[in-house]
């Protein structure tokens, strides 16, 4: 058994939001990250240069998500004197995406926000207004802050799509609103991965007022978090968005398998399962299971004692059945929720000591980082009591 994997339980077992290349579309995040930085600009044309994606969420204000180096809309080099050169009653960029798209190429490599002036004299009157939030917070949390002093030419406009994405949605969405579910658009933007950002700003703008309200919340507090785990920093905002603040009878035990079992799914139905995982539960389970997810990565003993309340092992089997249940879960790569079930499936004076065992792992084995032969002897040396207890009959 890859001990040091389950002594990161928390973060792992759960939605497989600890997943690198799972996290970020179960908070919704990687998805506009990979569309907009990975080889297609923000109009959908391919880009010139396209930029890494760091996955976590938008808000108002500040976000995460890396942009792509952009062909102007129309063919429009981002410079003066082509930009600039637009009648007033004919604006080149009479929508917010497409002075967002002029933006992107003008600012790719500039140290300040005045990169943007060039688009702005093209612009609508309207179109002018609603970038502002998006370059009031470039200027902000990049301009005057990450980036200042920053010799990288990129700096500005990687750091303003990692900060202010969702009022690049906004912008991008020319205000358009739809009906969907704050849950259904995380699918929906996972599958805008190779269809640049008009296909992110669409599916921005399908949500209702509400739901993009809810979406915005927890990117703002996703991004303010430094880019944790949505679900460890963020549960309250995480819930009303996946489970539009739902409740249900099911207890943690159930919240945790029911969630685990959605970790097969396509990732458009992912988030819709997950969320309807979350809103069956009730609010206890659904903090326990927060506190789960709260221990992230970490090897510590004190993530245990909140996965055996959640899990609740019922069962008969032994300690040694459980150990052995999780050998073949590894070896069959059978998911998270196959290692769920061997722990509910032992007795709760057995669970007691495989969690015992686990304990003292993560106290005195951390080190030895998944080697088994340094895990080994680390039993035999350190746990040599938790390990007898367990293999006891």
């Known amino acids: 058994m890859n001990w040091r994997g389950w002594a990161g339980v928390g973060a792992a077992l759960l939605l ?17 990250a990979d569309a907009l930085g990975a080889d297609a600009s923000l109009d959908g044309n391919p880009a010139t240069d396209a930029g ?57 490599s500039a140290a300040g926000i005045d990169c943007a002036q ?25 301009a005057k802050g990450l980036c200042a002093g920053v010799s990288d030419a990129n700096c500005l406009l990687n750091c303003a799509w990692q900060k202010c994405i969702s009022a690049a949605m906004a912008c991008g ?22 269809k640049g950002g008009t296909c992110i700003f669409d599916c921005y703008s399908a949500m209702s007022s509400a739901a993009q309200a809810q979406f915005d919340a927890l990117g703002g507090c996703s991004a303010a978090a430094g880019g944790k785990d949505p679900f460890a920093a963020c549960p309250n905002q995480a ?31 992912k988030s819709l399962c997950i969320g309807d995982c979350w809103s069956k539960a009730t609010k206890e389970a659904q903090a326990q299971w927060i506190a789960v997810i709260q221990c992230g990565d970490q090897a510590s003993s004190a993530c245990y004692s909140p996965l055996v309340q959640c899990i609740a092992p019922s069962g008969t089997k032994t300690c040694l059945d459980t150990l052995g249940c999780w050998e073949t879960c590894d ?22 000591k495989v969690v015992a065992l686990m304990q003292c792992m993560a106290d005195k ?5 998944g080697a088994k032969s340094c895990e080994d002897k680390c039993l035999q040396e350190q746990c040599k009591a938790p390990l007898t207890a367990c293999l006891a009959p």
């Open 16 to 32: 497989g939001c600890a997943e690198p290349d799972v996290a970020p579309a179960t908070v919704g995040t990687s998805a506009s």
């Open 331 to 352: 070896k069959g790569g059978s998911g998270d929720a196959c290692g769920l079930q061997c722990l509910h499936d032992a007795s709760p004076s057995e669970g007691a």
């Open 118 to 142: 060039p688009c702005l004299s093209g612009a609508s009157p309207a179109a002018a207004a609603a970038i502002q939030p998006f370059l009031q917070c470039a200027d902000q949390y990049c």
């Open 239 to 269: 819930l009303t968005c996946l489970a539009g603040g739902k409740t249900g009878s099911d207890d943690c035990w159930k919240l945790a398998s029911c969630s685990s079992a959605c970790e097969k799914l396509s990732d458009g139905a």
């Open 173 to 194: 969405g020319d205000g358009k609103k739809g009906e969907a579910s704050c849950a259904s658009a995380f699918g929906c933007m996972e599958g805008c991965k190779d």
């Open 52 to 108: 890494g994606a760091d996955a976590a969420a938008p808000d108002g204000a500040t976000s995460d998500a890396t942009p792509s180096d952009t062909a102007p809309v129309d063919g429009a080099a981002a410079d003066s004197g082509d930009a600039g050169a637009v009648d007033s009653a004919a604006s080149k960029y009479p929508l917010c995406s497409k002075l967002l798209t002029c933006v992107g190429v003008a600012c790719s």
């Open 365 to 369: 084995c951390g080190s030895c980082k």
